[in-house]
């Protein structure tokens, strides 16, 4: 490991030296290396999107029965299934185009261009031209353009926030060696690409380029691993293969039924098709795929894109939130909450113009950054007491016009201390900011309330007290002292002044997300790469964690296997110092407890734990590209609290989803039974396949939709998270779909036996079998048939209304108003009109003309399910039976 070698056997080992590699060696190992640039993986073509729509076992029923259809040359029946097949595939296709953008992240975290040395002769090139044992120069401002061996540094500070997770830029010392493994963010001897340089600056050897830095290494992460099916799409395939299964039993005791009866072989065929298609809900991939299109759009309102269509419910099942803590948890911005000024420990924003001016001026003079013209240049730490004086007018641009600097001496890693010195009139005064530690024995004297008196015993025991109390509340402490009359900078025979606690502060309204979490049983797992006492104090403030027992650091995990972590994970809360391979193990182990797992992060190092999830949620203010593209769910205002949103909308689209899907197969179930009771009884089938093709794409897909855009069901948040193992039928739906397919089923029968039972009855035939099927030929057939296909569809629409809640009465669900569904109700009646009224249409359902009076009583009669539905409610209710469990 290059980290635990002296510069020198580093030079020596990739045969290079401080002057740098000629141009010929350069030149030599780019052709044999390559470039130092990340591959990028090709985006999927529009074909490519275009088939994953079809992979579902329904469409391969659907196109099962369509090839069939054509092979009996049933064309209109073959057209109209791929039509169903196209619209579905189409609506998929076009909606993760809109959210899919061809991210170039990884080729983009690469900087332009170098400083290198070469030749002894420093030049500018591009970064992809950099070769291992090349010698960089770094300076504030700059992007690591490759993994350095720091050679050299003077206060060189980087921010690896977009690696690690560390908040704070990392001090850096060539001269550090490293004994034995260490993490990531403690090699303060190396420099790594895509960090960004902060303060001071240094000098490094190439020691890895493109997939061979640790950033490419995360993108290998990401290359191996794959994306898993949802819970939702698990359910749907099992549903698939269930009805795939359905169908051929039934297509085969069809043919078993026929031979015995010795019936039409050919007949029967057709009506094989019929029933497969009778068993497929045709509008279901259809109807699910735009549900979810709505859910996106929903989603949209409440700040969040998402980039795969099955995600959208797959937040619905989340029962552990995994956060990255800085820019996610926290607001990403080093924050002064507390000083010490004039004696007195107080809130900074007690902070006085006048009476704390000397406080003030010192720790906004003592200063190299910048907040001029809007812009905000330099180290986190320094930018955040500027932010401190910002309130009361003070910057340091301001204050320097009448108080320049003269001097300075910068800040040293080993004296931890810098000053500067700045003369106003005939006044000079040399400003002092560091460690406690480091500043307070060059102190002599200490100023408070504008009087300056002899340091005590007593005094420094109070500043290291309070010094301590903000360390223990997680915070970064710097102290300010100033020295008068001395123009050399030095940092003896000061006075005391004051300190500031700073931190990464919490974002305000993530305290209350957490909490919300809490009561609909979302447990929060907090995981950085900060320190462990920092990230215990934000997880305490947010209500995360209660006790440091419930904090791990990455240097523990790494002593425990997968198995023991897994045994101890649903114990903790805080995972601190992690690396990005650990984040994956920690999403695994969670994983492995059945939880459905939310990663939410920012940066590179969340990249692969973003792929690992369940569900992964990138930041799009502050996120990086790469965590973007990895992500399947992008939070364009980077607030916490817009998670907890995304998961009650998606709560609320799966609660939509179930229904929807259970009134479809509540009515598949209908015409599958209806069908197949009647023929094995040896009568004529009482729907044509035709019948069936047009119920289920028209009269039950468009009241599908609507259910689909409802309004989520009132207090879903305070619900438990569904488990993976409850399916779509849990909570009573399995009771359901078969009680009203069933009920749908008796009536269509009902309604199709009504005139020969009628005319049997008028004559005083028995009414048997035989007597029966004399009966049903020719235009009585016809009647027949548009009785029961009438029934079957208007039931339907009855259906639907009751299917929006059926827990709650239809009076009550009336008030709160879907216009869709009413729509879709009146649409669909009129529709089934035109297929019996209008000559053309009824032409091409075999349909028969349906008097007003006949037209009535079938509508009425179809009211059964919604008579059904509540005489349920207060039934379940009593047995506290919840559809929503």
Known sequence: MFEQKHSEDVFLELGSNPSGLSAAEAADRLARDGENALKEKDPPTRLQTFLAQLKDPMIYILLGAAAISVFLKEYSDAVIILCVVLLNAVVGMVQEGKAQRALEALKQMSSPTATVRRNGIVSEIPAAQLVKGDVVLLDAGRVVPADLRLTTTASLKVDESALTGESVPVEKDAKFL???????????????????????????????????????????????????????????????????????????????????????????????????????????????????????????????????????????????????????????????????????????????????????????????????????????????????????????EGIEETAPRINEQAFDSDRKLMTTVHRRGEEIAAYTKGAVDQLLPHCVSICENGVTRAITAEDKKRILGAASDMSKQALRVLALAVKYGDSTATEEELTFVGLVGMIDPARPEAKASVANFRKAGITTIMITGDHRDTAFAIAKELGIAEQESQCITGEELDSMTQEQLNARVLDLRVFARVSPTHKVRIVQAFKSHNKVVSMTGDGVNDAPSLKAADIGVAMGITGTDVAKGAADMVLTDDNFSTIEKAIEEGRGIYANIKKTVIFLLGSNLGEVTAMFGAIVVGLASPLKAVHILWVNLITDSLPALALGADEKPRGIMERQPRSEKDGLFSGGGLFLTIFYGILIALMTVSAFLYIPVSQLLASGTPINVASLDALLVGDLLTKAQTFAFTTLAVSQLWHSLGMRDVDTSIFITLRHQNKLMFLSFGVGLLLQVCATEIPLFAGVFGTATLAFSEWLSLIVFAMLPLLFHEIFVPIRKALGVSHHA
């Not at 640790?214 to 898993?228: N, P, Q, V, W, Y």
Request: proline share 4%; with cysteine.
């Open 178 to 396: 490293a004994e034995g493994e260490i993490p990531l963010g403690d090699r303060i001897n190396m420099a790594y690409s895509s960090t960004s340089v902060t303060y001071g600056r240094g000098e490094g050897v190439v020691i890895a380029t493109a997939a061979d830095t640790e950033i490419g290494r995360i993108a290998a992460m990401l290359e191996s691993s794959t994306d898993e099916l949802t819970p939702l799409q698990k359910s749907l395939a099992v549903l698939g293969k269930m009805l795939g299964i359905i169908a051929i039993v039934l297509c085969v005791a069809l043919f078993g039924i026929a031979i015995l009866q010795k019936r039409d072989i050919i007949e029967m065929l057709l009506t094989a098709i019929s029933l497969a298609v009778a068993a497929v809900p045709e509008g279901l991939p259809a109807v699910v795929t735009i549900v979810l299109a709505i859910g996106v759009q929903r989603m949209v309102k409440v700040n969040s894109i998402v980039r795969r269509l099955p995600a959208v419910e797959t937040l619905g099942a989340v029962s552990v939130v995994c956060s990255d803590k800085t820019g996610t948890l926290t607001q990403n911005k080093m924050t002064v909450i507390q000083v010490m000024s004039n004696g007195n420990v107080k809130p900074v924003a007690e902070l006085n113009a006048e009476s704390d001016r000397l406080f003030l001026d010192g720790f906004v003079l003592c200063n190299d950054a910048s907040t001029a013209n809007g812009s905000r240049i330099g180290d986190p730490t320094e930018l955040a007491l500027l932010d401190m004086g910002a309130p009361l007018s003070l910057t340091r």
